[in-house]
């Protein structure tokens, strides 16, 4: 018994002295963000907030934010309008091919983006030429980056319902491809759609590699350039931005619970 | 009833013209297919196909410019980087998930745990460069403490924006991303397994040399080759760090790719391309047949 009890000890006291070195590890550099960009100037210079209030006097920046906004924004959308009927389709009608429509949305994960501009940049070029020069079309090459994320989360989402049940009862009453879908598969599987779109928000607002390299300005850029030229404001805006995607992070885990809650609910 | 059902809906996407077995149903996935063949197949094939040609033409010059020195030791640097940030992720992460399996299961501090290792392996570029300045930049907040009280860090020169500054960036993120990968099989080994080596008389040392080391093995190298394909393929955070010298692959293939240092080579950037994909690749292979050896036993 005694060795037992001993042995528990042990693991506790390794618990906690992971849990601590590793814990110092990862949040000392987000507490020294703050410390840095709440620094006076000079020595002994009282702590300030300048840096935050002076985000709004960037004009560059401000429109940098925006552009990164309008591309999640878009990017979500266009990743839902594209994916969810796809895959839904695939569970109905083309069983065979959804280890193919799974092999191609993980994809991403293997073709490193910096290898993804690489050929991207012909494309974006003929795109500026003949369609539009906007930031916004980056949104078609970040649809392609967030597909691995939300093709899990939406998978996860379609299996936890009875697609094949319910379509079929919707069809036998009558309903068209479109009403199964959005009016019934859809509602069902609301959580992971928020699920897929809040992570691909995420992952468009911390793109840099692909904007850079194409000579767009999107948030990532614009706090890396400023960077060059003022430390503490372009820190300020990093920290805040990392606020910002905690925050949705957090509005995920939320939604994941209350779905996990009505799926107990109802067994 | 589904097989009445399923005939009506067969009945439904027939054509009416009533050709034989005509496959209505893939049009549902022609959108899906030719967003992905636009916007990733052909982005890939550009590169492949580009890495062998020039503005003159096929050639092979693209490739055989690659054994330029600085080419060559930017790649090997990439490699150095990649297997030392992937150990150093894969040994931490190991240790951070086994202390985490052992903890109750559906305790909150788990799950506080396991949200922040999924926002942390996301944390990469230049947010997580800046961090690392903020902490141990010359100015940073770590840097002045350490010189005041106990040693100063930089006292052989400023290591933060060499190969050794990166390795402990990389770290912050490839820690994470192993408590993720490596987690599930951790949960998949039984107490009773333990408890079967104890009643056999093995101790502590048996368990893991006997049994719970060769059943972790695979899905830990799998997990530390994951890492390694994250760590290679990264390069918003180097950029953001370095400003001078391109000295890992990305950061040499973003530079043949812009005019930005005046030499605008794109051929090169797409050999350069080819082989990180190449790499990246073969990398990616051995990890899932790894992991469908895990499966095996570990759920």
Known sequence: MSAVRARRLKLR??????????????????????????????????????????IGQYPDLVGAIVNSLELAAITSMGMLLLLVPTMIWVKLRLPGISRVVEFICLLPLTIPAIVLVAGLGPIYLWIALNVSDSILTLAFAYLILVLPYTYRALYAGLAAIDVKTLSEAARGLGAGWGTVMWRVIAPNMSGALLNAALLSVAVVLGEFTIANLLNYVNLQVEVAQLGRANAAVSIAVAVASLLFVFVLLVLLSFVGRTRSHRLRGAQ | MSAAASTAIQRVGRPVGGGRRLPVSWIGAVPFFGYVALFLLLPTLIVVVGAFFSDSGLTLSNLTGLQKDFIVSAFVNSVILSATSALIGAVGGAILAYAVATGNPSGSFRRLVLSACGVLAQFGGVTLAFAFIATIGQAGFLTLWLQQHVVDIYAGGVWLYQLKGLVLVYAYFQIPLMVLV??????????????????????????????????????????????????FSAYATAYALI???????PLQIGNDLTSEVGLHQPGLAKAEALVMVVIVTVVMTLYALLQRRTAKWLQ
């Open chain 1, 13 to 54: 006291i390794f618990r906690w002295i992971v849990f601590l070195v590793l814990g110092a590890f990862f949040l000392v550099p987000i507490g020294a963000m703050f410390e840095f960009s709440t620094r006076g100037v000079g020595e002994a210079a009282p702590r300030t907030l300048d840096a935050f209030v002076t």
């Open chain 2, 243 to 249: 400003n001078q010298g391109a000295i890992i692959a």
């Open chain 2, 182 to 231: 490596f987690l599930p099989a951790l949960d998949g080994i039984r107490p009773q397994w333990r408890e079967a080596t104890e009643s056999l008389g093995g101790r502590t040392w048996h368990y893991w040399r006997y049994v719970a080391g060769p059943l972790l093995a695979p899905a830990f190298i799998g997990a530390t080759l994951l890492l390694f394909a994250n760590a």
